[in-house]
């Protein structure tokens, strides 16, 4: 039973360029969860993805948005990149619930912008 | 609103000594409470979590953690740990119809040989 995967693992960008993040969610998982993990830092909640639909969101500007496909599998698109956007990005799947449901992480993407 | 504060930020513990690591919550609601380890270079893995019921939570590896609503706390403990639990901790809340998880900065377990 494959886990949450990510993909790349490691992204080198420039200032101002646009990036684009990867994840499949654990089989049987309808929920994606995306995280940003700055060093030295906990994870913050970027935004969730239910049904095709941005279900929920953090305090994070515009720049970020995603997408989710048909297969649960998820899209995170970073635009006009900030050396700040620099961070260990982490995806989440889970399956629908209330809220106690886990969440299970992928290894992440390690975004260095320059 | 909701947010985790973890008092210690580097914890360094001899081998086979027992360990606390410390979370403290606060929220308007009841809240769902959870324990992640992150391994170098690794995603973080669920420890243990406190839905409702007893108090007591007992995880994986060794691990267990004390729900405490007086106190608003949610301390993770082991009794006798070993090289291989240097990682970093994160202790996490939410609640009922939100699955947003609001994380504290971390822990650093440092085990001494």
């Known amino acids: 039973d494959a886990g949450v995967t990510q993909s790349p693992t490691h992204l080198i960008k420039t200032r101002g360029q646009q990036v684009t993040l990867r994840c499949s969610p654990k089989?049987?998982?309808?929920?994606v969860s995306w995280y940003q993990q700055a060093l030295g830092q906990g994870p913050q909640f970027i935004f969730q993805?239910?049904?095709?639909?941005?279900?929920q969101r953090g305090n994070f500007p515009d720049r970020f948005s995603g997408h989710q496909f048909p297969n649960y599998s998820s899209e995170l698109n970073v635009n006009a990149l900030l050396l700040g956007d620099s961070a260990l990005y982490l995806c989440?799947?889970?399956?629908?619930?209330?809220?106690?449901?886990?969440?299970?992480f992928g290894p992440g993407t390690r975004l260095t912008v320059l | 609103a909701q947010s985790v504060t973890q008092l210690d930020s580097q914890v360094p513990v001899f081998e086979e000594a027992p360990v606390e690591l410390r979370c403290n919550y606060s929220s308007s609601v009841s809240v769902y409470l959870f324990w992640y380890v992150q391994y170098p270079n690794q995603g973080l893995q669920l420890l243990l979590k406190?839905?409702?019921?007893?108090?007591l939570v007992k995880g994986i590896n060794g691990f267990e953690a004390e729900f405490n609503k007086s106190q608003t706390s949610f301390h993770l403990r082991k009794p006798s740990v070993h090289i291989s639990d240097t990682a970093e901790y994160f202790c996490?809340?939410?609640?009922?119809?939100?699955?947003?998880?609001?994380f504290g900065t971390g822990t650093r377990l440092t085990i001494i040989p």
């Open positions: 993805y239910y049904e095709e639909e941005e279900r």
């Open positions: 996490a809340v939410t609640h009922f119809g939100n699955e947003k998880l609001t």
């Open positions: 406190y839905l409702s019921g007893s108090t």
């Open positions: 089989s049987g998982h309808d929920t």
């Open positions: 989440a799947s889970s399956s629908k619930g209330t809220g106690g449901d886990t969440q299970y």
